[in-house]
């Protein structure tokens, strides 16, 4: 985000690292599905450029929250998955969920249901 609250409130810290568009839609797919490929995440979120999206990632990457590895080293293609700091956000997307449904007319696909339970132990990095 290239314009930080420069508070010291921990919500405007948090919005400061989850904050821009998309990212907590990220967040979403990678508790959700586990570790994505780029071109998954751009497919599950439709409307969102490449260059938005790898800046997100790089974004979420610098604060340890998501990780990166290498699935392939020629030509080099990862996969991203979240770190044990992004799986704690878990139970603040359910929360956002849970508003959404009772405050925003939102509808649930099944698949959201799964927010903020445990997230899929494949692929898990320490950091």
């Given at each position: 985000?290239?314009?930080?609250?420069?508070?010291?409130?921990?919500?405007?810290?948090?919005?400061?690292?989850?904050?821009?568009?998309w990212?907590?839609?990220?967040?979403?797919d990678?508790?959700?599905?586990?570790?994505r490929?780029?071109?998954?995440?751009?497919?599950?979120?439709?409307?969102?450029?490449?260059?938005t999206?790898?800046?997100?990632?790089?974004?979420?990457?610098e604060?340890?929250?998501?990780?990166?590895?290498?699935?392939?080293?020629?030509?080099?293609?990862?996969?991203?998955?979240?770190?044990?700091?992004?799986?704690?956000?878990?139970?603040?997307?359910?929360?956002?969920?849970?508003?959404?449904?009772?405050?925003?007319?939102?509808?649930?696909?099944?698949?959201?249901?799964?927010?903020?339970?445990?997230?899929?132990?494949?692929?898990?990095?320490?950091?």
């Amino acid at each position: 985000m290239s314009t930080s609250y420069e508070q010291f409130c921990p919500v405007a810290r948090t919005l400061d690292v989850i904050g821009e568009r998309w990212t907590i839609l990220i967040l979403r797919d990678l508790l959700l599905e586990g570790p994505r490929k780029f071109q998954q995440l751009q497919g599950s979120l439709a409307g969102v450029s490449p260059n938005t999206l790898s800046a997100r990632l790089k974004r979420l990457e610098e604060y340890g929250v998501i990780a990166h590895r290498f699935y392939e080293q020629h030509p080099p293609r990862a996969e991203y998955l979240l770190t044990d700091k992004g799986r704690a956000l878990g139970p603040a997307l359910a929360a956002l969920r849970d508003w959404g449904l009772q405050h925003a007319g939102g509808r649930m696909h099944p698949k959201y249901r799964a927010l903020g339970t445990t997230s899929r132990s494949r692929g898990r990095p320490d950091s």
